[in-house]
């Protein structure tokens, strides 16, 4: 068991500019979740994944933000047109929904630097 | 709008000692309330998590009680040690595998 794995782990962009973000789930986790966090702050909801099939949006996910499960496997997020609040840590986890097993366990996360 | 709040911002212990964080809930349809440990530049691990079916919760060093009828929730930390400073983030959820809500977290630093 790997773990939650992110890449890159750091990224900086000039403002205007995409960026997309990637994140390898723990193997049999059919639960992918994308988070934000902000300096001083606990992590903030983005989205999640059931397999391939996205379940839920927060309304911080402007539409310059996508994201996707292709497969059910791995997951990108990305960020058009970035603006400088956008820089932030953007954190993965995955989880099996089942009783007992509902832990969310995340990856390092990716830190965006927004110029 | 806050859904869990979070108390201290920060708290210095010293080693051996009882460290204490509190947390407050809002929406009572949560049923699954975790903590989790962030070190700096990692990302937040489970420490602990508990269900409202019991007040208390022991792992270790590390105990939740909980108060549903107060909406409360907190985390002791018994015989901290200089490996326990992190931060701290109490969450909540609803069902299984859904979304967390997290407080805002507490630096804990204990002194040797």
């Known amino acids: 068991d790997t773990g939650v794995s992110q890449d890159p782990r750091h990224k900086i962009t000039k403002r205007g500019q995409n960026v997309t973000f990637r994140c390898d789930p723990i193997?049999?986790?059919?639960?992918l979740y994308w988070y934000r966090q902000t300096l001083g702050q606990g992590p903030e909801f983005l989205t999640y994944?059931?397999?391939?099939?996205?379940?839920?949006k927060s309304r911080l996910l402007s539409d310059r933000f996508s994201a996707e499960r292709p497969k059910g496997s791995f997951s990108t997020l990305e960020i058009q047109r970035t603006e400088q609040g956008d820089s932030a840590m953007y954190l993965c986890?995955?989880?099996?929904?089942?009783?007992?097993?509902?832990?969310?366990?995340f990856g390092p996360g990716t830190r965006l630097l927004v110029l | 709008q806050q859904q869990v709040k979070q108390s201290p911002q920060s708290l210095i212990v010293q080693k051996g000692g009882i460290s204490i964080i509190n947390c407050a809930y809002e929406n009572t349809a949560f049923d699954y309330f975790p903590w989790y440990q962030q070190f700096p530049g990692k990302g937040p691990a489970l420490l602990i998590a508990i269900r409202p079916d019991v007040s208390e919760k022991k792992e270790g060093r590390f105990t939740i009680s909980f108060n549903k009828s107060a909406k409360q929730f907190s985390l002791h930390i018994m015989d901290s040690q200089p490996g326990d400073s992190a931060t701290y983030f109490c969450?909540?959820?609803?069902?299984?595998?859904?979304?967390?809500?997290f407080g805002a977290g507490t630096i804990l630093r204990v002194k040797s």
């Open positions: 994944f059931q397999n391939e099939a996205q379940l839920e």
């Open positions: 986890a995955s989880s099996l929904a089942v009783r007992y097993q509902e832990t969310q366990y």
């Open positions: 969450a909540a959820s609803k069902g299984y595998g859904n979304k967390l809500v």
């Open positions: 193997s049999e986790h059919n639960r």
